[in-house]
């Protein structure tokens, strides 16, 4: 069984960078034909792709994020990471991390059950 746990802190001060990790176990994120994804949402609104990191390695992000989100991985402790950095109030949301499959056309398969990160001082 495929399990994703997200991992950070759940308040940060506004300009600073969020550093959440998602923990993967059942699978290595080295597995070809998925990508390993970071999804938002904010209160009251809908889901929010941020951007995934493939099994090479290859990244991908959303073009209203790109400026301010990396997204990196760990292959020794199959885990990966989002930095969103210079962070505000508008970036409080439920942050999610999620496997999206090639197999079933790139849906998710298998998801964290979210972290909620608070930006406020």
């Known amino acids: 069984q495929v399990q994703l746990q997200e991992s950070g802190p759940g308040l940060v001060n506004p300009s600073q960078t969020l550093l959440l990790t998602c923990t993967v176990s059942?699978?290595?994120?080295?597995?070809?034909?998925?990508?390993w994804t970071w999804i938002r949402q904010p209160p009251g609104k809908g889901l929010e792709w941020m951007g995934a990191?493939?099994?090479?390695?290859?990244?991908y992000y959303s073009p209203s994020l790109k400026s301010r989100t990396s997204i990196s991985r760990d292959t020794t402790k199959n885990h990966f990471t989002l930095q969103l950095s210079s962070v505000t109030p508008e970036d409080t949301a439920v942050y999610y991390c999620?496997?999206?499959?090639?197999?079933?056309?790139?849906?998710?398969?298998?998801w964290g059950q979210g972290t909620q990160v608070t930006v406020s001082s």
């Open positions: 059942g699978a290595s994120i080295t597995n070809l034909y998925v990508y």
């Open positions: 999620a496997r999206a499959a090639r197999r079933i056309s790139l849906a998710y398969d298998y």
């Open positions: 990191i493939t099994s090479s390695g290859s990244t």
